[in-house]
């Protein structure tokens, strides 16, 4: 990523295209939600992020393939690479009354805020019921839940490409070390904690010069809260809010969850993970894989180890894989992925969604702002972008993942350059996804969590301190 809500997105594929737009250098440009800035008056004006528009020509050629009408221009400007800062121009935009753009690129770690404000179309009302049915029985349900209104189901937002994160790694340290990747299957059977935790130890071991065995983001910020400990939390059988039904509400009418010991064992295996099972508060049954500067990490201080060559392991969102395929300090052939490890079995955590692997929900939607004099125009560019051709030409143009998985499983690896060969790691990924509890309250809640876990993570709290804190604190935020 994608929230700040400084996502992923600081942390979610949210994360993916903006930081690689960070890590290569391309800058995006904020324009668009105030007015047009020397565009077509008369296009129809998206908001998205700046890689966009290097495929431009490609994307507005799909959809007049895919039927729009060839008068509709179609002009994509570009938004603030960063979530937070997105979001704060859409709410601006929309506060105002503004009637441009036309539509909205949100994140799907804050489109529900927008929803139950009614700040944004109905599109249950005004898409094809053709249209409105394939996104509800095809796309990816997950995002889809994303882009409704939890007390309704109405969709408000054509979820554009759906984002999800998985453990990089070093595949030639690995054999080196004696293990068998592609014969046990790592890239679509994930591997329980301790099983993971036990490889990256040894491997580790056998590369001293390592710095890290294993890096992921544990700094206090929305990243940590949405995603790198929410889907390590999940697979262990906890959850935030009970069962997944209350992930987006009702607030104020839902249990609070974080004070039970599935994610009290999640503390202690993560402190184990940086500082090693005799340390206090640590879990004794696993190793040492990293140091205290995860504490410290989001993605891309994370990053740049592995792709330096100093991490083995790495966990991150699909962004990383065009940017080692060019600046790796090892072989891109050596670049692997697998999907994120599980704590318990699926089905046998403590609340209904936990347990098994998981991955954290990223990506974007497409929403058309109400105050639009171009309404009916906006509604066929969105009809058009839910075609099966546009997202194979976002997926092999821009490296977008498909909103309907059969999509992406049908398409042909040799024309997606460096992804193709990570498909079926993917396919898993998106088949076990857990979304962030975005209600009204999140924003407020986000830094709560955050906060609460980074101080388990340096020992300024214990475990249980700190998430019978987090517990009262939520609490009081539902309440109000």
Known sequence: MSNTENDHTEGSRSVSRRRFMQATGVAGVTAGVAGCLGDDDEAVQITMDGEWTDIEDDVIQALYDAGLDEDIEVDILSGDFETGARQADFTSALDAG????????????????????????????????????????????????TASHPETGDLYGLPLFPDYPMIH???????????????????????????????????????????????????????????????????????????????????????????????????RMMRSFMYGPD??????????????????????????????????????????????????????????????????????????????????????????????????????????????????????????IPPDPSVTQGADPDALDNLGRFLDTIAVAGENTVARPVTTAWPEQSPLISSEIHDAYTGEKTPEEAMSDLESALEQAEQQ
């Open 98 to 145: 503004r009637s441009r753009p036309d539509i909205f690129m949100m994140d799907s770690g804050w489109t529900i805020p927008f929803v139950v404000r009614e700040q944004l179309v109905n599109l249950s009302e005004e898409l094809s019921s053709d249209t409105v049915d394939y996104v509800q029985d095809s796309y990816l349900s997950a995002a889809v839940d």
């Open 169 to 267: 790694y070093r595949k030639d340290l690995v054999e080196e070390a004696g293990y068998d990747p592609d014969g046990e299957n790592w890239a679509t059977e994930p591997m329980s904690w301790q099983e993971f935790a036990e490889v990256v130890a040894d491997v580790w071991d056998q590369n001293p010069d390592m710095e890290y065995g294993f890096t992921t983001q544990g700094d206090n910020y929305e990243g940590t809260s949405c995603c790198a400990f929410n889907e390590i939390m999940t697979s262990m059988g906890g959850a935030y809010f009970g069962d997944h039904e209350n992930l987006f509400g009702p607030v104020g009418d839902r249990p609070i969850t974080v004070d039970e010991e599935p994610v009290h064992e999640t503390l």
């Open 279 to 400: 340390a206090e508060d640590a879990h004794p049954d696993f190793p040492q894989i990293t140091t205290s500067d995860l504490v410290e990490f989001t993605e891309e201080p994370s990053r740049e180890p592995f792709t330096g060559g100093n991490a083995i392991f790495h966990r991150n969102w699909p962004y990383v894989i065009p940017i080692n395929a060019t600046d790796a300090a090892f072989d891109f052939e050596d670049h692997a992925v697998m999907p994120m490890p599980y704590g318990v079995e699926e089905g046998e955590g403590a609340h209904a969604g936990t347990g098994g692997t998981q991955h954290a929900l990223g990506g974007w939607h497409l929403t058309v702002n109400p105050n639009t004099p171009r309404l009916d125009e906006s509604l066929q560019v969105l009809e058009a972008f839910a075609n099966e051709n546009v997202m194979l030409t976002n997926f092999e143009e821009g490296g977008y």
